[in-house]
């Protein structure tokens, strides 16, 4: 019997894993689910907590769900610890994006100077939790989806013994399914090579059944991105994922007949010889995206804010007592489809299936220029023993550059937010692409410190 430990159950994505530890039983028998959260979460934790149940009676399983404030309660033999948890909520995130954006720069929560604030907000709150899991379940496997998923697993392999943790996201699947739509090919058919980090990393070769498919996926990609222009993808994206749940579903439906993929140009992606990961938007079409996001600012729609009514609109939904299912509205979240990344670690981990999945773990050696002990996002063997990552070896210069340093970046932010260190908070600042002034990132270092001091208790 399995016993999982949640912690920021009170999330609106939790659902989701609960219909996939329904769907697979069979195989991952999960007894009990244990929903932490903390007493600004308790109000989600029950609505959330009491749809969980009314999903399970409807499946009549035998898994027992329970709520609870107090993690140290929850945590005792535990044989998994899932973590989605946001420190301070979607105002801090509101933060994140709002601020930069106020001075002309990017905001986004797992990039730049958001995703250093998230980073530097989250990762005292998760080795609190794994001195927790090391006293009360020093067996249990830490599977992290907390973001920024990247800096949080590096601060984990760095700053604790701790070394059952992986870190999860839902991008590398999301791009192998988008892959799978464009090559016209059942998803499960693929598999990527994946060479670099969280929020940050290219597909450096594609394999259907085994052989490498890499030219055909170029061409078509190529043409793909020659057919629209870089703002109307960007708009179109944006405009299905708000009608999602209205109209019979519609949109929904016309999403999942386009990839997920962002156009680059032709010479760039003739150049790379890679798929980069749609999040490398805002290195490579920064002005762009920036344009875009300025615009949202002056909204009051930057990405937090819309995310804070689609969440209202979420919990009223599952506030139904009738409600037994995970509603599909839930897919207007980025984070859509999660749970099969999450239940599929834990299933393979369980039954040490040896499939191979993509991860956030120990690089070991996988990628040459990466420290050994850093994290690195790549494909992995999954087995009892956690993730066995594939060996990449030296990866070419014309995308080595961007990966070492935003991995310079990670490791300052982690070391930045364990120790307190604001010269090095600083200088993490100006190894980031994102940031263009020294003068500025001491700037609005200060101010994003001063808008988060009641999370940031090491400066
Ligand atoms: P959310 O705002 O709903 O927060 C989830 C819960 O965490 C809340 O109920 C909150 O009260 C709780 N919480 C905050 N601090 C806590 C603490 N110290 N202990 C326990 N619970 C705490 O967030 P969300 O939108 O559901 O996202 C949750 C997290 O997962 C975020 O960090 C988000 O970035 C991340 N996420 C990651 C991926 C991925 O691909 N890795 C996908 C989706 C979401
Ligand atoms: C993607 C990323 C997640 C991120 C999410 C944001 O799925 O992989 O890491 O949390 O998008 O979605 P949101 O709906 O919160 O903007
Ligand atoms: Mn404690
Ligand atoms: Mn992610």
């Not at 028998?29 to 989600?44: F, H, R, S, T």
């Not at 996988?366 to 494909?379: F, K, L, P, W």
């Not at 982690?414 to 940031?435: F, H, Q, R, S, Y």
Request: glycine residues 8%.
């Amino acid at each position: 019997p399995v016993k999982i430990v949640t912690i920021g159950g009170g999330s609106s994505y939790t659902p989701e894993l609960v219909e996939g530890f329904i769907k697979r039983y069979d195989e991952l028998p999960v007894k009990e689910l244990w929903l932490v959260d903390i007493e600004e979460g308790q109000e989600k934790l029950e609505i959330v907590g009491n749809l969980a149940k009314r999903m399970v009676e409807k499946a009549g399983l035998p898994m027992k769900i329970f709520l609870t404030l107090d993690r140290e309660k929850a945590l005792p033999n535990a044989d998994f610890v899932t973590t989605q948890f946001r420190v301070g909520l979607l105002d801090a995130r509101i933060k994140d994006e709002r601020i930069p954006l106020s001075h002309g720069l990017i905001g986004q929560e797992t990039n730049g100077l958001g995703g250093m604030f998230k980073g530097l907000r989250t990762i005292p709150v998760i080795l609190d939790i794994v001195k927790d899991i090391k006293k009360y379940c020093p067996d249990a496997w830490l599977i992290n989806f907390t973001n920024p998923s990247g800096m949080v697993t590096e601060a984990v392999l760095k700053y604790t013994d701790h070394t059952k943790v992986v870190g999860l996201c839902n991008v590398p699947i999301g791009m192998q399914m988008s892959l799978a739509l464009m090559l016209d090919v059942p998803p499960e058919k693929l598999r990527l090579q994946i060479a670099g980090l969280n929020h940050h990393f290219f597909a450096t070769d594609v394999f259907l059944e085994g052989k490498s498919v890499m030219p055909e996926v170029l061409e078509k990609y190529i043409a793909f991105s020659n057919e629209y222009a870089i703002k109307e993808r960007m708009a179109m994206m944006k405009a299905s994922r708000e009608n999602i749940g209205k109209e019979g579903h519609k949109a929904e439906e016309s999403l999942s007949k386009t990839p997920m993929l962002m156009p680059f140009s032709e010479a760039f992606l003739r150049g790379i010889q890679a798929v980069p990961c749609g999040y490398m938007m805002y290195y490579y079409h920064t002005k762009e995206m920036l344009e875009m996001e300025v615009e949202e600012y002056k909204q009051g729609n930057v990405r937090a804010e819309v995310v804070k009514r689609t969440e209202a609109e979420l919990f009223e939904l599952y506030k139904d007592e009738h409600l037994n299912i995970k509603p599909p509205q839930l897919e207007k979240r980025g984070g859509a489809h999660y749970s099969d990344a999450a239940c599929n670690l834990i299933a393979s981990i369980y039954t040490d299936k040896g499939d191979i999945q993509y991860v956030n773990c120990k690089n070991n050696g996988a990628v040459t220029g990466i420290d050994n002990n850093s994290g690195v996002e790549i494909a992995a063997v999954i087995t009892a023993d956690g993730p066995k990552p594939m060996a990449i070896g030296t990866l070419p210069p014309t995308i080595r550059g961007t990966i070492q340093n935003i991995k310079a970046f990670e490791t300052l932010v982690c070391e930045a937010a364990v120790t307190g260190d604001k010269n090095i908070a600083i200088t993490a600042l100006n190894n980031n692409p994102l940031v263009p002034s020294d003068t500025m990132a001491a700037e609005i270092f200060e101010e994003m410190l001063e808008a988060h001091k009641r999370h940031l208790p090491n400066f």
